[in-house]
């Protein structure tokens, strides 16, 4: 089976004022991402940024079979959420965006306004695959895309593009928190009995802290030479499946040039050892041709596809 994740960037119906100006645009988009979707033929498939629930449907319809779907009713502001698309179907085993106790609210601004809450929910669904159960959250964590108050995308001085900078990284590290606290309890302390897998776009690439929090008992990582001997750690750990990703392929995004790889797949012990192949774009093509992204996300509002490519996973 595939298991992936993709940003779809901005899935909005066309007429507000985040989505495509106009139809022409809009179904240029859906065609793209249909096209990657058909293409990568997932068993499930965790996606972001979906701001439009009928936008989704629209999206489905394109695709050939059937789909179901499901969407976290926490989204943010701009009213995107994360969800499913999947094959088989899905029971909501959580959705929620809180801080797990005794986490404290963190500063968002320079008024010293708090968030206790991540800015997105995240949703977690379990589907029986015809080999077993398995269980997946979804997540999209705070954006390193910083913005200021008056909806600037600049900032006055390097001031204040540090202070808010130390804020986006308090968000992210309190969402990456509360993402932990809900793969604990997915995982229940039975990984190496338990299909689970954490995905989507965590905005940090794989050695940043937040990521790293997001692994649980460290010592064990793909590519070190504890991957293969098994201890009691093994019960609750998750693995990023980023080392399995051939070196050429191992980025999900351009931001300034620069290649990153901030979407990401993480699994129980239970499927570490079966994956068999793991990667980004089209198993089938060349290593993503992406667009490399700026300062200001209006500047691709009417273009087709998705400034991220999907990330991957297929298991035995």
């Known amino acids: 089976m595939l298991l992936g994740t993709w940003n779809l960037e901005n899935l909005y119906r066309p007429g507000g004022p985040y989505g495509p100006h106009d139809k022409a645009a809009y179904e240029a988009k859906l065609a793209a991402l249909a096209s990657v979707i058909t293409a990568l033929d997932p068993l499930l498939l965790g996606v972001q940024?979906?701001?439009?629930?009928?936008?989704?449907?629209?999206?489905?319809?394109?695709?050939?079979?059937?789909?179901?779907?499901?969407?976290?009713?926490?989204?943010?502001?701009?009213?995107?959420?994360?969800?499913?698309?999947?094959?088989?179907?899905?029971?909501?085993?959580?959705?929620?965006?809180?801080?797990?106790?005794?986490?404290?609210?963190?500063?968002?601004?320079?008024?010293?306004?708090?968030?206790?809450?991540?800015?997105?929910?995240?949703?977690?669904?379990?589907?029986?695959?015809?080999?077993?159960?398995?269980?997946?959250?979804?997540?999209?964590?705070?954006?390193k895309l910083l913005s200021y108050p008056g909806n600037r995308f600049l900032p006055h001085d390097e001031g204040e593009r540090a202070r808010y900078g130390a804020y986006a990284l308090y968000r992210r590290t309190a969402e990456a928190t509360a993402l932990?606290?809900?793969?604990?309890?997915?995982?229940?302390?039975?990984?190496?009995?338990?299909?689970?897998?954490?995905?989507?776009?965590?905005?940090?690439?794989?050695?940043?802290?937040?990521?790293?929090?997001?692994?649980?008992?460290?010592?064990?990582?793909?590519?070190?030479?504890?991957?293969?001997?098994?201890?009691?750690?093994?019960?609750?750990?998750?693995?990023d499946v980023a080392p399995l990703i051939p070196a050429d392929r191992r980025y999900s995004r351009i931001d300034s040039g620069r290649r990153e790889l901030i979407d990401h797949v993480l699994v129980s012990h239970h499927l570490a050892h079966r994956v068999t192949k793991a990667g980004t774009g089209l198993p089938t093509e060349p290593p993503p041709h992406l667009p490399s992204i700026g300062q200001d996300p209006a500047d691709r509002r009417n273009t087709p596809g998705s400034d991220h490519a999907p990330v991957w996973i297929r298991v035995a």
């Open 49 to 143: 940024e979906v701001g439009d629930p009928d936008a989704l449907a629209d999206l489905t319809g394109l695709l050939g079979g059937d789909w179901y779907t499901a969407l976290s009713a926490h989204p943010d502001g701009r009213g995107i959420r994360v969800g499913f698309l999947s094959r088989t179907e899905l029971r909501v085993v959580a959705d929620t965006a809180g801080f797990p106790a005794p986490l404290r609210p963190v500063q968002s601004d320079d008024s010293g306004a708090t968030e206790a809450a991540a800015g997105r929910g995240f949703l977690a669904v379990a589907t029986d695959t015809g080999a077993g159960e398995l269980t997946v959250a979804v997540a999209h964590l705070k954006s």
């Open 180 to 239: 932990r606290a809900l793969a604990d309890e997915l995982l229940a302390g039975e990984g190496r009995a338990r299909d689970v897998a954490v995905l989507g776009d965590l905005n940090d690439e794989v050695l940043a802290a937040t990521t790293q929090l997001l692994l649980g008992p460290p010592g064990s990582e793909i590519g070190t030479p504890g991957y293969d001997h098994p201890d009691q750690g093994d019960a609750v750990r998750l693995w």
